[in-house]
């Protein structure tokens, strides 16, 4: 038998129950209500978050993997780069993810589920790194630190403001020290993961691998992200695939102890035969032998059966 390839920890078992636009849609937007919600409330004090934003930049010039500075400094000076970028950041983060939340449901119904689920676990435990980690990103340090907020100086061409990737004059709206981990690398790793394992074509596979590094040049060249911000949120995505065959348990668990979830996995009518194996009616396993109470000596095929079913070398039943 040929072996069906899985990704380790979203395969394990198949869906229980057939999955429906009209419970998942609401399920999807609630979800993200939420995530937004929590990150307002989120807020941490502007000190605190500075801080934070400072020691992470300490750490990378320790370690030399500061690639922020000279990104930044490029797509400042090329706006041929920056602005293409600026709109990258600004919009793809909520289209892209969505629309292969949809392919996957319409064209890879059966791996739908795991994916969705890995998807909000980890974006649960991002929401959980702002809350304890609110971080001051490199655009909003003091301009000695040699950052440039690339959303507002090209803020002209687009729709948003000098506030993140909010539209103009919603900016309150945001949490703008939401920072760590970095959702949007985190998300976009997830649907490389996506298109790469599921996707047929050569085009899907050299997406697969661009955005979801492309999106971490952007972070950083826009100076929305810092290199490590865009590590913790890669680390973020490896916490909930773990998590999800766990995840999708508890929610068997406490879908079965619900009033109307349904009760058994047989199917009505159906026969249990040796040792509780599951048959439809009349269905006899290959070379099944049976003997009837008063027979001969010899083994005694079923009326009707065929040679087959009485055993290698048995004689057909008269007719």
Not at 212 to 233: E, K, Q, S
Request: some cysteine; overall charge positive.
């Amino acid at each position: 038998m040929p072996k069906t390839e899985t990704t380790p920890g979203i395969e394990e078992a198949a869906p229980r129950v057939r999955l429906r636009w009209w419970t998942e849609l609401p399920l999807i937007l609630l979800v993200y209500a939420c995530y937004s919600a929590g990150r307002l409330l989120a807020r941490g004090n502007s000190t605190g978050a500075v801080d934070h934003g400072l020691d992470i930049l300490r750490i990378e010039k320790f370690l030399h993997i500061n690639a922020e500075h000279p990104l930044n400094r490029l797509f400042t000076r090329e706006s041929w780069l920056g602005v293409p970028a600026d709109f990258w950041y600004a919009s793809l983060h909520y289209l892209v993810t969505p629309a292969i939340l949809v392919w996957l449901f319409r064209s890879r119904a059966v791996h739908y589920r795991a994916a969705r689920t890995w998807l909000m676990t980890s974006t649960f435990f991002g929401l959980i790194g702002f809350t304890l980690l609110p971080t001051c990103p490199p655009r909003l340090l003091d301009a000695s630190h040699g950052f440039v907020d690339t959303m507002a100086q090209y803020s002209s061409y687009g729709w948003w403001g000098g506030e993140a990737s909010a539209p103009r004059g919603l900016g309150g709206m945001t949490n703008q020290y939401a920072a760590m981990p970095s959702l949007h690398v985190g998300w976009a790793l997830w649907c490389g993961v996506m298109l790469w394992r599921y996707g047929r074509t050569r085009t899907t596979k050299v997406a697969a691998v661009a955005y979801p590094l492309l999106t971490t040049i952007v972070v950083m060249g826009t100076a929305n992200h810092y290199f490590l911000d865009a590590v913790a949120g890669a680390a973020v995505m490896g916490v909930g695939l773990f998590l999800t065959p766990y995840v999708m348990r508890g929610a068997d668990r406490i879908r079965e102890r619900l009033p109307f979830a349904t009760g058994g996995s047989q199917v009505a009518g159906s026969s249990i035969v040796s040792g509780g194996c599951q048959t439809s009616a009349g269905e006899r396993f290959p070379r099944q032998r049976e003997s009837r109470a008063g027979s001969g000596p010899g083994p005694r095929a079923e009326p009707g059966a065929s040679p087959t079913d009485a055993g290698e070398g048995a004689p057909a039943a008269a007719r």
